[in-house]
């Protein structure tokens, strides 16, 4: 493979921070090379100096034997250079064929006036899905897929502008196993156009399914660079991450279950879930495992009162509750910790401490007008327990992923809630982020609080839960004890495979 991009002696600083501190890197042509490291490692900020978000302030990029300067999106479009962020950027309400095509649309061949060419435009878009096995009309509205597919959409856009290189930011956090593989056979099937791939992710399964090289980014600067058909280990590539052995990655604590807190009788949603009975009892974790489509966030929404109407029948601690809107839910200690944590979790340009104290503005008020030093104190509290860096006035649309996800696990503590249904609780984060927030996962369930856990992580199922439910066609296929349960079992359950009628 012939060199493509390298990068000398890349620096950046914002204010008196280094954020990127001598970066040597060479990426070639047809491979997909991935960058980890931990939240604050610079990665993004790699990223977007290579999309042209913002210039370096030292350092030389080489793109095919030639130094470029990349000033703007635009510049770095021309240059062949796309990103895929980790945040979807498509129209939702366009067609397929309109955001893939956006501002490079095809037009009929008239002087004046200028005419898209609505016929060649939907061609070449069917041209493209058919080569990834997308079968979906170029009409189709964007928001009408899945955020799998919406992955191809945006893979496509990328190629469709003659990319050489395609940076990719967490692809896989919010896909499930399925759709991750069906990603993997695309990466694959770019990589022999000769197109390079600039990786970034947390998962570790990842790098050994995609990545030909790997580079470890920390505090800015490169710790090291492995070809991955080397003999080195992915334990020694977790521990460098690190920057220490991680013996356990999941610290999973024995609690001693309470009684019975909630449970679900023939729930069902028309088209959506069929009949699900489950239970779940204080102190204990309970996984919902499944593909997609196959209703665990149906059901997580049924239950935090976003959902409906509904059949069936919800009891909490004993006595019958009708989860008609997300405020009765919270209401009566049911909370819901999205996997889209910048779209439903946050006000992202808000203070941390009015997120914080949104669930519960009672606590921080006195004849309807909020208490600032109250609020700021009980941030702070929460921050501090929760391990969270930074200022209480400080904005999440600046903190890391993990810190997102631990703001909105502090914003629920603070309303006091039971039941924490927590969706995709690590993905997108780094393997240290991710270790903090088990632990915070153990702290609730050693107070007697319970967890409903939504993962498309089958490791993080198997080391955290003590039971897991697996769903199917808006159906639980089969539940089963942690000690029970194998990576096998839970896909053949989640791919419609027959439950076995137990004792």
């Not at 070639?28 to 210039?55: C, D």
């Not at 203070?351 to 104190?377: K, W």
């Not at 439910?469 to 089963?480: E, K, L, N, P, S």
Request: glycine letters at 8%.
């Amino acid at each position: 493979m012939s060199e493509l991009l390298t990068l000398r002696n890349i620096r950046k600083r914002f204010n008196e921070m280094t954020v990127l501190d001598g970066i040597h890197l060479t990426i070639e042509s047809g491979q997909v090379h991935a960058i980890i490291g931990e939240n604050g490692a610079g990665k993004s900020t790699l990223m977007k100096i290579l999309a042209g978000l913002f210039p370096p302030d030292a350092g030389e990029i080489m793109l095919g034997g030639e130094l470029v300067s990349i000033g703007s999106p635009n510049e770095a479009q021309e240059l062949g250079i796309a990103a895929i962020h980790q945040e979807l950027r498509l129209f939702q309400d366009l067609s397929i064929a309109e955001n893939i095509f956006m501002r490079r649309e095809p037009l009929k061949p008239l002087l004046w006036p200028k005419l898209i060419d609505w016929g060649r435009l939907h061609e070449q878009t069917a041209s493209y899905l058919q080569q990834f096995d997308m079968a979906v009309d170029s009409r189709a509205r964007v928001n009408t897929l899945s955020i799998g597919d919406q992955r191809f959409v945006e893979l496509i856009r990328a190629l469709s502008q003659q990319a050489r290189i395609i940076i990719m930011d967490e692809p896989t956090a919010a896909l499930n196993n399925q759709e991750c593989e069906r990603l993997f056979k695309a990466i694959r099937s770019v990589k022999k156009l000769g197109v390079a791939i600039i990786y970034i992710s947390h998962r570790m399964e990842d790098l050994q399914h995609i990545a030909d090289q790997a580079t470890l980014l920390r505090d800015g600067a490169v710790i090291r660079t492995w070809r991955m058909n080397d003999a080195a280990s992915m334990p020694e590539i977790m521990e460098a991450m690190a920057g220490k052995e991680l013996h356990n990655r999941y610290p999973k604590l024995k609690v001693q279950l309470g009684g019975e807190l909630l449970r679900t009788e023939g729930l069902s949603v028309a088209g959506r879930l069929n009949n699900v009975n489950l239970s779940l009892r204080r102190g204990e974790i309970l996984a919902i495992a499944g593909l997609g489509g196959a209703g665990r966030r149906t059901l997580a929404k049924v239950l935090f009162g976003i959902e409906g109407p509904y059949e069936g029948a919800i009891h909490l601690n004993g006595h019958a509750f009708r989860a008609m809107t997300p405020h009765k839910a919270k209401a009566n200690g049911i909370c819901y910790v999205t996997g889209l944590h910048s779209e439903e979790g946050l006000i992202l340009n808000a203070p941390i401490a009015e997120n914080i104290t949104l669930t519960n503005l009672p606590r921080v008020s006195r004849a309807g007008f909020i208490r600032s030093g109250q609020e700021a104190a009980y941030a702070r509290d929460l921050m501090d327990r929760l391990e969270i860096t930074g200022e209480e006035t400080e904005q999440p649309m600046h903190l890391s992923g993990g810190k997102q996800k631990k703001v909105i696990l502090a914003k629920w503590l603070f309303s006091n809630a039971r039941i924490f249904i927590i969706e995709e609780p690590t993905a997108g984060i780094d393997v240290v982020s991710k270790i903090d927030i088990y632990n915070i996962m153990n702290e609730l369930v050693l107070s007697g609080k319970s967890i409903i856990m939504l993962s498309s992580d089958i490791p993080e199922m198997l080391g955290m839960s003590d039971r897991i439910a697996v769903m199917h066609g808006g159906c639980i296929r089969h539940t089963m004890l942690r000690e029970e349960a194998t990576l096998e079992r839970i896909l053949h359950y989640a791919s419609g495979g027959e439950a076995v009628r137990e004792g």
